[in-house]
C-alpha cells in the first residue's frame, strides 16, 4: 500500500498550483502600452494583416493625442504610450524589407500625413512592439497600427 500511497503523493504534488499562470500574466501586462485614446480613424480598424514574428500577432489601430505639429520624438513617443520602455525609430525600408506590410504603410499614410514613421518599443531582450504611425494634424492626433512581436 505504501506505493500507493507515494502515487497519490506524488499526483498531488505535480497538481498543485505553482503561480506560474499568475506570473505569466503579469508578464504580459507589463508589455502594455497605450495605443487609443481618442477616435480610430475607419481605415485602420479594418486592416486584418499580422506582424510575422515567434508570436504572429494582429495589428492594432493606434490613436493617440498629439497636438504638436511635428511628429514626437522617442521620448516624446515613450510619454504618449505611457510607458518607460526604450524607444528607437526605424526607417519603413528597415522596418519591411521584403515589401510584406505595404498595406500597413499604405493606410498609415493615407490617415496621417502621408509619411509612415515606424516606433520600436522594446520590452526586454526578445520582445517589442512595433508603432508604424503618422501625424493627423487636423484631427490633434498620431495615428496608425502597432503590433506586438517576439525576436528571440
Known amino acids: ?14 497538481n498543485q498550483d505553482t503561480g506560474a499562470s499568475a506570473k505569466s500574466s503579469l508578464k504580459s501586462q507589463s508589455a502594455s502600452t497605450k495605443a487609443v485614446d481618442t477616435d480610430v480613424p475607419a481605415p485602420l480598424a479594418k ?3 499580422y506582424y510575422t514574428s515567434e508570436a504572429d500577432e ?9 497636438n ?3 511628429m514626437p520624438s522617442e521620448r516624446e513617443f515613450q510619454s ?3 510607458h ?6 526605424l526607417g ?3 522596418f519591411d524589407p521584403k515589401s510584406q506590410y505595404k498595406e500597413v504603410l499604405e493606410v498609415v499614410e493615407k490617415v496621417g500625413d502621408g509619411r509612415a514613421r515606424v516606433f520600436r518599443v522594446h520590452h ?4 517589442a512592439e512595433y508603432y508604424v504611425v503618422g501625424l493627423d494634424q487636423k484631427g490633434g492626433r498620431v495615428v496608425g497600427l502597432k503590433a506586438k512581436a517576439v525576436e528571440s
Open 1 to 14: 500500500m505504501s506505493s500507493d500511497e507515494a502515487y497519490s503523493s506524488f499526483l498531488d504534488q505535480a
Open 47 to 49: 486592416v486584418e494583416q
Open 58 to 66: 494582429p495589428f492594432e489601430p493606434v490613436s493617440l493625442k498629439w
Open 68 to 70: 504638436g505639429e511635428h
Open 80 to 82: 504618449l504610450i505611457g
Open 84 to 89: 518607460e520602455a526604450e524607444v528607437s525609430t
Open 92 to 94: 519603413t525600408e528597415e
Open 124 to 127: 526586454g531582450k526578445t520582445r
